[in-house]
């Protein structure tokens, strides 16, 4: 079959051939309609050798959805030709967190050498995807795998951190969104969705802040050095009550701190490298700062239900499997508006 891999450290991907793998006992084989293609692969593949925590080569893509093409001994529940999405943060399934359905937080998933597709274990951007366990297949009913599964975590992962915040986001109250692409411009959506406030998007390009005032932001403003004082004067100098960063680099986390209320929540998401200090007098008084990563598996559910309702809609750009290299491309260069996709059997 066909596979995307990332094969040398600081080499770029490429499409290769590579054997058909077979379910062995609780696995599932999937037959992939559409892979997301995410800007943490983009982080990833710029790790040096170093801490480099993988072994190559590596398929990517965490953002998978198919058709169970065959079942594993032991594997019930499922059906041949049934249509689902994968759950990425593949856990133990045993320790209390995994019990709860957050395996994004399992507390033996290093220690036994678990990882998530795309990250670790062969992924996605392939034709064809072994599945570690049934449990981690929701199914898809009538949604559009395409359109569907960069919510798996593009719609995952904000939901997640915004869900966390929903107390303090009570109407007459600002959220910032900072970083309006893959995951942000679904996270503007979500915060018009699931609340009556005032989103505020930031971004450095003017076509990232047209889609997000096309999906539901309120005001959108250039992420710059004086991007803190706009929102500081959109919200009549208080400040937002949550502030979400889907960079995370050094000047946007700045940003973040700068734009947040007293009491405010500030949510890194994005993995760019950046950290905001913590401590009396340096942030408002009381401000939380998290840095949550991925969601739960009924939260995905949740957000697959969101979809059905109309209430989320991803922007997508459609790639072939040998374009695939390309998609990676544009998202390193900034060119892609919404999420690129991969279809590695159409």
Request: net charge negative; charged share 20%; hydrophobic share 45%.
């Given at each position: 079959?066909?596979?995307?891999q990332?094969?040398?450290?600081g080499?770029?991907?490429?499409?290769?051939e590579?054997?058909?793998?077979e379910?062995?006992?609780?696995?599932?084989?999937?037959?992939?309609?559409?892979?997301?293609?995410?800007?943490?692969?983009?982080?990833?593949?710029?790790?040096?050798?170093?801490?480099f925590?993988?072994?190559?080569?590596?398929?990517?893509?965490?953002?998978g959805?198919?058709?169970?093409?065959a079942?594993?001994?032991?594997v019930?529940?499922?059906?041949?030709?049934?249509?689902v999405?994968?759950?990425?943060?593949?856990?133990?399934?045993?320790?209390?967190?995994c019990?709860?359905?957050?395996?994004n937080?399992?507390?033996r998933?290093?220690?036994?050498?678990?990882n998530?597709?795309g990250?670790?274990?062969?992924?996605?951007?392939?034709?064809?995807?072994i599945?570690?366990?049934?449990?981690?297949?929701?199914?898809?009913?009538?949604?559009?795998p395409?359109?569907?599964?960069?919510?798996t975590?593009a719609?995952?992962t904000?939901?997640?951190?915004?869900?966390?915040?929903?107390?303090?986001?009570?109407?007459g109250?600002?959220?910032?969104?900072?970083?309006?692409g893959g995951?942000?411009?679904v996270a503007v959506?979500?915060?018009?969705?699931?609340?009556?406030?005032r989103?505020?998007?930031l971004?450095?390009?003017?076509?990232?802040?047209?889609?997000?005032?096309?999906?539901?932001a309120?005001?959108?403003?250039i992420?710059?050095e004086?991007?803190?004082?706009?929102?500081k004067e959109l919200?009549g100098?208080?400040?937002?009550?949550?502030?979400?960063?889907?960079?995370?680099?050094?000047p946007?986390?700045?940003t973040a701190?700068?734009?947040?209320?007293?009491?405010?929540?500030?949510?890194?998401?994005?993995?760019?490298?950046g950290?905001l200090?913590?401590?009396?007098?340096?942030?408002?008084?009381?401000?939380?700062?998290k840095?949550?990563?991925?969601?739960?598996?009924d939260e995905?559910?949740e957000?697959?239900?969101?979809?059905?309702?109309?209430?989320i809609?991803?922007?997508?750009?459609?790639?072939s499997?040998d374009?695939a290299?390309?998609a990676?491309e544009r998202?390193?260069a900034?060119?892609?508006?919404?999420?690129?996709?991969i279809?590695?059997?159409?």
């Amino acid at each position: 079959m066909k596979a995307l891999q990332y094969r040398e450290i600081g080499a770029a991907p490429e499409v290769v051939e590579i054997p058909t793998p077979e379910p062995g006992p609780g696995e599932v084989l999937l037959k992939v309609t559409a892979a997301g293609v995410c800007h943490s692969d983009i982080a990833v593949m710029s790790w040096p050798a170093d801490q480099f925590p993988y072994p190559l080569p590596l398929t990517l893509g965490h953002e998978g959805a198919g058709t169970v093409a065959a079942l594993g001994n032991g594997v019930i529940g499922l059906d041949v030709g049934e249509s689902v999405a994968v759950y990425g943060p593949w856990g133990c399934g045993r320790c209390i967190k995994c019990a709860a359905g957050a395996e994004n937080y399992c507390l033996r998933a290093r220690e036994l050498g678990i990882n998530p597709p795309g990250l670790g274990a062969p992924g996605a951007i392939a034709e064809y995807l072994i599945v570690d366990d049934a449990r981690h297949l929701v199914p898809l009913g009538d949604l559009d795998p395409v359109e569907t599964v960069p919510l798996t975590d593009a719609g995952l992962t904000p939901y997640h951190a915004i869900k966390q915040s929903l107390p303090k986001l009570t109407p007459g109250s600002s959220a910032v969104v900072i970083g309006t692409g893959g995951l942000g411009h679904v996270a503007v959506q979500l915060l018009r969705a699931l609340t009556s406030v005032r989103v505020i998007a930031l971004d450095v390009s003017q076509d990232k802040l047209d889609l997000a005032r096309k999906v539901g932001a309120h005001e959108t403003i250039i992420s710059d050095e004086g991007a803190a004082d706009k929102v500081k004067e959109l919200t009549g100098g208080v400040g937002a009550q949550a502030v979400f960063d889907f960079v995370g680099a050094a000047p946007t986390v700045k940003t973040a701190g700068a734009c947040a209320s007293v009491e405010a929540d500030v949510t890194i998401v994005g993995i760019g490298g950046g950290t905001l200090p913590v401590g009396f007098g340096v942030l408002p008084f009381e401000v939380s700062v998290k840095s949550p990563y991925w969601g739960t598996r009924d939260e995905l559910i949740e957000v697959f239900d969101l979809a059905r309702a109309g209430a989320i809609d991803v922007h997508v750009e459609r790639f072939s499997l040998d374009e695939a290299p390309e998609a990676y491309e544009r998202l390193h260069a900034g060119t892609i508006n919404g999420r690129a996709v991969i279809l590695p059997n159409g």
